[in-house]
Every structure is written in C-alpha cells, then in structure tokens.
C-alpha cells in the first residue's frame, strides 16, 4: 500500500508563491492518480487538483490560473505549485491518491489521510 507525506507549507503574504510536496512510498505509484486537497477551519475538506497517471490535470475553479499540479514519477513525488495566494487559500493541504483513474479518484470517499501541511496566507 502506497503511504504518502506532505510537506512544504507555511506563513506567506497575500500574493506570494508556495511549492507544496508530496512525497510516496511504494513501488507502483506510477499508476496512481493523485490529488491535493485542502481543508479550512470550520469546512469541509475539498479537492483542489489532481493529475492522472498520464499527466492529465484538473482544477477546482478556485484556483485554475493560480495553481499547478505536477509529478515525477522516478522521485515518487507530486507538487502543487501555487501562486498568488489569498486568505482564503488558508488551509491545511492533504494529498491522497489511487491506483486507477482520476475520474475513480473524485469518486473515492478515502478512509485514511496524512498530517496535511499548513499553508496561512496572511499580511
């Protein structure tokens, strides 16, 4: 079973650029789908962008033109690159993910989630 961590979050001004990591264990995580999520205080958690196998992307409209994902596959890593961020980008970011596609991956109801990093957009 492939176990992921995240990393790379912190304080930033409004406007400013983070790279988040996620980094997984396990030999088959090429034919994962993977996701960045986030969850707010006081809200649910929701999909931010997520990226096939293959390298296809999709984006929550909230953050299309702001946010990159991106993979590479022989560090076993995802990134989400961010920038221009906003106080309501503040959240605690998790990634997860799935070996099949990313239509699967929005359907998923995932059971297990890792510590998240905290991303605070703030002056």
């Known amino acids: 079973q492939v176990q992921f961590e995240e990393s790379g979050g912190g304080l930033v001004q409004p406007g400013g650029s983070l790279r988040l990591s996620c980094a997984a264990s396990g030999s088959i995580f090429m034919l994962y789908a993977m996701g960045w999520y986030r969850q707010a205080p006081g809200k649910q958690r929701e999909s931010v962008a997520a990226i096939s196998s293959a390298g296809s992307t999709n984006y929550a409209d909230s953050v299309k033109g702001r946010f990159t994902i991106s993979r590479d596959n022989a560090k076993k890593t995802v990134y989400l690159q961010m920038n221009s961020l906003k106080p309501e980008d503040t959240a605690v970011y998790y990634c997860?993910?799935?070996?099949?596609?990313?239509?699967?991956?929005?359907?998923?109801?995932?059971?297990?989630w890792g510590q998240g990093t905290q991303v605070t957009v703030s002056s």
């Open positions: 997860n993910g799935l070996r099949g596609t990313m239509e699967a991956l929005y359907s998923k109801q995932f059971r297990s």
